[in-house]
């Protein structure tokens, strides 16, 4: 942890646009460039991501768990997708609450949320109790209104226009 003044917040990306994790994977590239311990638990996701594999060359300044079956939930979110996401939330809580991150990153958080795999009662709770000098970066679709109340920074990102409607699929180095 940083030993001087530096007071955390809680943000969270959001919306139905293109660039939540980008986001995020951004502002925890500037965090590792002033020497910042990173956290990113990846809730609904799994697999070897372009970006995945370019934090990996960060070493030790960043720490990075997934917790998926690699895709989406569709429909009904089955008894092993309850069960990553439970697993997840505690490693986050256990991270958040551990003192060596200046940053954590909960991505697809509020998805995993609207799926019904965390109760928000529960995020609300822990993340009241977040230590001031953590940073707190949560993303996804559907934010719940009380998680944007609770934040101190919220973003939307807001799809005007996308190729993915002329049907291109997700490109290695730009979508994945």
Not at 21 to 38: C, D, E, H, Q, S
Not at 65 to 90: I, M, T, Y
Not at 158 to 173: L, N, S
Request: proline share 2%; glycine share 10%; with cysteine.
């Amino acid at each position: 942890m940083q030993t001087n003044s530096f007071r955390g917040y809680l943000q969270v990306y959001t919306g139905n646009g293109k660039g939540k994790t980008t986001a995020a994977l951004g502002l925890a590239i500037r965090a590792m460039g002033a020497g910042f311990k990173v956290f990113l638990g990846q809730f609904l996701k799994s697999g070897d991501y372009s970006e995945i594999k370019a934090l990996r060359l960060f070493g030790n300044q960043i720490e990075i768990h997934q917790f998926g079956k690699g895709c989406f939930v569709r429909g009904n979110p089955s008894e092993e997708d309850h069960r990553l996401a439970r697993k997840g939330w505690e490693l986050c809580c256990r991270a958040l609450f551990s003192g060596r991150f200046e940053l954590l990153i909960f991505d697809e958080l509020n998805l995993a949320i609207h799926f019904g795999l965390l109760p928000l009662e529960e995020v609300l709770e822990v993340l009241a109790r977040k230590p001031l000098e953590a940073e707190v970066v949560i993303t996804g679709r559907y934010a719940p209104q009380e998680l944007i109340e609770a934040a101190d920074l919220v973003t939307e990102m807001r799809e005007i226009k996308h190729y993915y409607r002329a049907g291109v699929k997700a490109r290695t180095g730009i979508e994945k």
